[in-house]
T-cell receptor
Framework: GENVEQHPSTLSVQEGDSAVIKCTYSDSASNYFPWYKQELGKRPQLIIDIRSNVGEKKDQRIAVTLNKTAKHFSLHITETQPEDSAVYFCAAPLGTQGGSEKLVFGKGTKLTVNP | DAGVTQSPTHLIKTRGQQVTLRCSPKSGHDTVSWYQQALGQGPQFIFQYYEEEERQRGNFPDRFSGHQFPNYSSELNVNALLLGDSALYLC????????????FGEGSRLTVL
């Protein structure tokens, strides 16, 4: 079925620690894996994404890893800061239709970084 | 450069009524997708419009319909509103040449009483 599973649903860490959020997807044809951050009352914003031709991508304190064989991908945040507190969503597209894709989102992970 | 803009930002309706939500995509984008986000949940795909046609649709009833105009802006219509339709409705735009990269608007929060 059309499914993206995300774990954990909540995550609490101390400032400076690392945080890892994991997602699995069901469609082996998926080839694009974005992560969105949504602060309370705000719109989801893309923070990092990865395409299936690479296994890892980094952007300062944020990294995403992809294992296509196992159909899972993870978000890694190092040296967490209080402003990293938000809900994070992973997503994966379902198939292609002449370039059109619909993103299926996970249920989200509420990350709390304690000062 | 304006991002994705949505209107109205908040609205309250009663059961059985109809609602129209509006979206203007980011400059240079030609594809608009609509998502429903219930409280505490991830966005759920409703449908996507490209070249003024519905290109893909999620698991939503026919009460949910949409339209895309020649200037790429879009409307989401929901008929016969139910209490369960209360949610944040997000519009996201993208360029078909960069499939998958969505830019979201701030959303329209619909409350059905």
């Amino acid at each position: 079925g059309e499914n993206v599973e995300q774990h954990p649903s909540t995550l609490s860490v101390q400032e400076g620690d690392s945080a890892v959020i994991k997602c699995t997807y069901s469609d082996s044809a998926s080839n694009y894996f974005p992560w969105y951050k949504q602060e309370l009352g705000k719109r989801p914003q893309l923070i990092i994404d990865i395409r299936s031709n690479v296994g890892e991508k980094k952007d300062q304190r944020i990294a995403v890893t992809l294992n296509k064989t196992a159909k899972h991908f993870s978000l890694h945040i190092t040296e967490t800061q209080p402003e990293d507190s938000a809900v994070y969503f992973c997503a994966a597209p379902l198939g292609t239709q002449g370039g059109s894709e619909k993103l299926v989102f996970g249920k989200g992970t509420k990350l709390t970084v304690n000062p | 450069d304006a991002g994705v803009t949505q209107s109205p930002t908040h609205l309250i309706k009663t059961r059985g009524q109809q609602v129209t939500l509006r979206c203007s995509p980011k400059s240079g984008h030609d594809t608009v997708s609509w998502y429903q986000q219930a409280l505490g949940q991830g966005p759920q795909f409703i449908f996507q419009y490209y070249e003024e046609e519905e290109r893909q649709r999620g698991n939503f009833p026919d009460r949910f319909s949409g339209h895309q105009f020649p200037n790429y802006s879009s409307e989401l219509n929901v008929n016969a509103l139910l209490l369960g339709d209360s949610a944040l409705y997000l519009c996201a735009s993208s360029m078909t040449v960069n499939t998958g990269e969505l830019f979201f608007g701030e959303g329209s929060r619909l409350t059905v009483l």
